[in-house]
């Protein structure tokens, strides 16, 4: 009892409600409060400096900081504005890349999953000719891999059609661990060119290894657990295929790009300062054009080689987001 109240006595948090949420908004401890503040005080000090010399250099430094953490290189690494846009994000790029491919995308997600992403997952289907399936999970009852991985295979079309599936990690509402590992891994015996992207909005500072094997993109938030400003999250691209496509893209566009050399034999792009600015502030205020260039970043990254519908940008997946309350 000792250690806890000595624990609690380092966060701002009110002592006489006792919080039960197993996630939501985060919360931050007294000290870190104070080098956020710190990081306000030299933006107001001088907006100018700060936008134009400082901050891209500072979110440079924090991706790479933060992909390590991870334990993914920095290459395969975005900063998103929270966990639900992020996935929104992935999956329209995804659904993008496959329109290109002159094939129609099927959707599969759970009856588990965050209601704002579901309900953006459904607009994405209508809106880009996909189709969504939905497939029955009832809880406390269906939570072993192999029935979660049979429901989901009853949603999933025919071997060789695309198939994106989104899982969450931790569910939002019933704070479940799913064994999503487990499940990709039974999938992929039956499906193996399925698309994983993987909703873990509760998983980073909260799971030991908040990346799930076998995934192809990750989406986490970093203001749940790690004491980041709010809203910040991470999207973190798995799939070899899709980072390669991501290299070729930004070479061809003419961006000036820088490669090393990593253990997995591929290049890995070092963010040139004009596009160090595409990574979203960590201020909340800081303004709309963030997200919007976010987005852009991140729709490269996951399926460079998309072609949007004709009037529909990679940035509707954003105001899609929003629309449908993703913003966790």
């Not at 000290?31 to 306000?40: K, T």
């Not at 959707?107 to 459904?122: A, E, K």
Request: glycine content about 8%; aromatic content about 6%; overall charge positive.
């Amino acid at each position: 009892m000792a250690k806890s109240t000595s624990l609690r006595s380092l966060w701002q948090l009110d002592p006489s409600i006792a919080h039960l949420n197993h996630g939501s908004f985060g919360a931050v401890p007294h000290d870190v409060q104070l080098v956020q503040e710190s990081f306000q005080k030299r933006m107001n000090a001088n907006p100018n400096r700060w936008f134009r010399s400082e901050l891209p250099d500072l979110m440079s430094g924090a991706r790479h900081i933060t992909a390590s953490w991870l334990g993914v290189d920095a290459g395969d690494f975005a900063f998103v504005p929270n966990a639900g846009q992020g996935v929104i994000t992935a999956v329209q790029s995804l659904v993008n890349h496959v329109n290109a491919q002159h094939q129609t995308a099927h959707i599969v997600d759970t009856s588990l999953g965050y209601g704002g992403v579901t309900r953006g997952l459904q607009h994405i289907a209508a809106r880009s000719g996909a189709t969504y399936s939905d497939a029955l999970l009832t809880y406390p009852v269906d939570l072993d891999a192999e029935v979660i991985a049979s429901r989901l295979r009853e949603c999933m079309p025919m071997l060789g059609a695309p198939t994106i599936v989104v899982l969450d990690h931790i569910t939002s509402e019933t704070g479940l661990l799913l064994p999503v590992s487990d499940i990709i891994s039974d999938l992929r015996t039956t499906h193996p060119d399925t698309m994983f992207v993987i909703d873990g909005a509760h998983s980073a500072g909260m799971l030991q290894n908040p990346i799930p094997h076998g995934c192809d993109v990750w989406v986490g938030n970093l203001h749940k657990w790690l004491c980041a400003p709010r809203p910040a999250a991470a999207l973190v691209c798995r799939n070899p295929l899709f980072a390669l496509r991501f290299l070729r893209s930004r070479r061809r566009g003419g961006s000036r790009m820088a490669s090393q050399p990593r253990s997995t034999g591929r290049a890995r792009p070092i963010t040139p300062p004009t596009c160090r600015c595409r990574l979203q502030s960590p201020f909340k205020n800081s303004g709309r054009g963030a997200f919007a260039t976010t987005t852009t970043e991140v729709s490269s990254m996951v399926a460079p080689n998309s072609c949007a519908a004709p009037g529909k940008s990679s940035h509707t997946s954003i105001h899609l987001a929003k629309r449908h309350g993703c913003a966790r």
